[in-house]
């Protein structure tokens, strides 16, 4: 399948990536790009579907590096990632929910 061009002429009028790239999509026949609500109240607002095709997007990297490196392993990564803060934090949280 070859690369998609898509020109667009008219007035220069600002607007947001998001919706360029909703605007570039529908041009060129393809779903939307889900992006990230900004408010508790817009996720809430999402549907099934919606939230369907945004875990998978926001966590693409994630979900890639399980298959590869599986699970344990990213896990390991994950933790040592994580500052001393962020360790307390979880360890609180693990203990506060007795396991």
Same mark, same amino acid.
């Given at each position: 399948? %070859? ?25 060129? %026949? ?19 579907? *919606? ?16 298959? +590869? ?14 500052? *001393?803060?962020?360790? +307390?934090?979880? +360890? ?5 929910? %007795?396991?």
């Amino acid at each position: 399948m %070859g690369a998609h061009h898509c020109y667009v002429t008219g007035p220069s009028l600002p607007c947001s990536e998001r919706t360029f790239t909703a605007v570039r999509c529908n041009a060129l %026949g393809l779903p939307p790009t889900p992006s990230m609500p900004a408010t508790v109240e817009a996720v809430q607002k999402l549907s099934w579907e *919606e939230m369907q095709a945004l875990f998978p997007a926001a966590y693409a990297a994630e979900i890639v590096a399980l298959h +590869r490196a599986g699970a344990q392993e990213l896990m390991r990564e994950k933790l040592a990632s994580l500052s *001393e803060g962020e360790r +307390r934090v979880l +360890r609180e949280a693990l203990a506060a929910s %007795g396991r």
